[in-house]
């Protein structure tokens, strides 16, 4: 299972490091992805990284605030939010898959807003 966590309340202008940690699952055999789903949106990719953790992308709306990182030792998977804007506001995901355009497993999601 993963398991995903951090999110809270923060001013606009603020930053928040999420983390996502699994259990009976070893993160580093899988590529990881960071996805948010604001009220009334559909899901939407944010971040992912390699298995390695040596290549990295990013949606364009988050690109240059946001940075993607893993822990292998810690088997878990982090995003730090920089300069967070009022649209960041949504429930974060992460997941897990064999590449960048699937994930077979999901955390249960942790709300994040950022006020205005």
């Known amino acids: 299972q993963l398991q995903a966590s951090g999110g809270g309340l923060v001013q606009a202008g603020g930053s928040l490091r999420l983390s996502c940690a699994a259990s009976?699952?070893?993160?580093?055999?899988?590529?990881m992805g960071w996805f948010r789903q604001a009220p009334g949106k559909e899901r939407e990719f944010v971040a992912a990284?390699?298995?390695?953790?040596?290549?990295?992308t990013y949606a364009d709306s988050v690109k240059g605030r946001f940075t993607i990182s893993r822990d292998g030792a810690k088997n878990t998977v982090y995003l730090q939010m920089t300069s967070l804007k009022a649209e960041d506001t949504a429930v974060y995901y992460c997941?897990?898959?064999?590449?960048?355009?699937?994930?077979?497993?999901w955390g249960q999601g942790t709300q994040v807003t950022v006020s205005s």
């Open positions: 009976g699952r070893t993160l580093s055999n899988y590529v």
């Open positions: 990284i390699s298995r390695s953790g040596n290549f990295t």
């Open positions: 997941g897990a898959g064999p590449n960048y355009d699937r994930y077979d497993y």
